[in-house]
């Protein structure tokens, strides 16, 4: 599986990023899934759930392992409530590095979810610049955050003469493309590498759930109660459904395949929930794709 920088991180990662699962996925069947993947040849780890206060699939499997050659992302900082948003004090931040390296082993890279209303970023960004001189991480990126905290980011990072963010982690998939609109081209355009997690849409990009949503229509169609909501999605997720029948492709690998030749993503994040998710990943990298087709994708609403 071959290798992509991660913007100006000084690490690379392979064209799909593990997602090591959390609870409620028992902790066997996380290691499992993470093993399955790295025999497909996954040599990257994004490790959400250091603050968990049992053993961790990522955990038991690092352990286990214990893969030199895999790059590792970890969270660091945390939610903090509806108010104030997330935890990025100085304080907090490097308790989470301190975790990261006591529980993992290690942290190439770590990334700050969200944004803090209450700690100045200066004061964040002197946290990671420590751990970045002192060579406990080599960089660090931002995540689920939005054009305006990302454009803030740097600007104070270049005020202060601090690393910069080297990525950003956002959610992306082919029914949210809210960051094409600007936050994509602020982070390609200022050289960060961009990672994309959920791109299966919690499964509503794969071909269960079209064929449930459609059974569901049609039960009501004959007169039964319909428990949930229509998938307001439904006519995108059919004509993909078609697309990928074309090319004898299920729809979450045709999914996939355009998250992997999108020229604003560096790589996805799938999540090892089960082995199985590693068959649609082998038949999206596998998967004869031209510019004719993922522009089709691309044109879905």
Excluded: N
């Excluded at 409620?24 to 069947?29: I, L």
């Excluded at 529980?103 to 990334?111: E, K, M, P, Q, S």
């Excluded at 082919?174 to 609109?181: H, I, M, N, Q, V």
Aim: aromatic share 2%; proline share 6%.
């Amino acid at each position: 599986m071959h290798l992509t920088p991660l913007g100006p991180s000084g690490r690379s990662v392979t064209a799909v990023v593990a997602g090591a699962a959390r609870e409620p996925v028992p902790v066997k069947q996380g290691v499992a899934a993470l093993g399955t993947g790295w025999d497909l040849g996954v040599r990257s780890l994004d490790v959400a759930d250091v603050g968990s206060a049992g053993e961790t699939a990522a955990e038991r499997f690092l352990d286990d392992r214990q893969p030199e050659d895999t790059v590792i992302l970890a969270g660091v900082g945390g939610p903090a409530g509806p108010e104030r948003g997330a935890d990025h004090a100085p304080e907090r931040v490097e308790a989470g590095l301190a975790a990261t390296s006591r529980r993992l082993g290690r942290a190439d890279l770590v990334w700050l979810a969200g944004a803090d209303a209450e700690t100045p970023i200066e004061a964040t960004l002197t946290a990671l610049a420590a751990a970045v001189e002192d060579g406990r991480v080599a960089g660090w990126g931002a995540a689920d955050i939005d054009v305006w905290r990302l454009e803030a980011l740097l600007t104070a990072a270049d005020r202060a003469a601090l690393p910069r963010p080297a990525f950003v982690r956002i959610r992306m998939h082919l029914l949210d493309r809210t960051a094409e609109r600007d936050l994509l081209p602020l982070a390609t355009g200022e050289g960060l590498g961009v990672l994309a997690r959920a791109p299966f849409a919690g499964g509503r990009l794969t071909d269960a759930h079209v064929e449930a949503e459609e059974e569901a229509g049609r039960l009501a169609a004959s007169g039964s109660p319909r428990t949930t909501p229509e998938d307001p999605a439904l006519q995108t997720l059919l004509t993909l459904r078609g697309l990928a029948r074309e090319r004898s492709l299920s729809t979450a690998a045709l999914a996939l395949a355009w998250l992997l030749g999108h020229p604003g993503v560096t790589a996805p994040v799938v999540a090892a929930r089960s082995e199985r998710v590693w068959e649609t990943v082998h038949e999206a990298l596998e998967a004869e794709i031209d510019e004719e087709l993922l522009d089709r994708v691309g044109a879905l609403h």
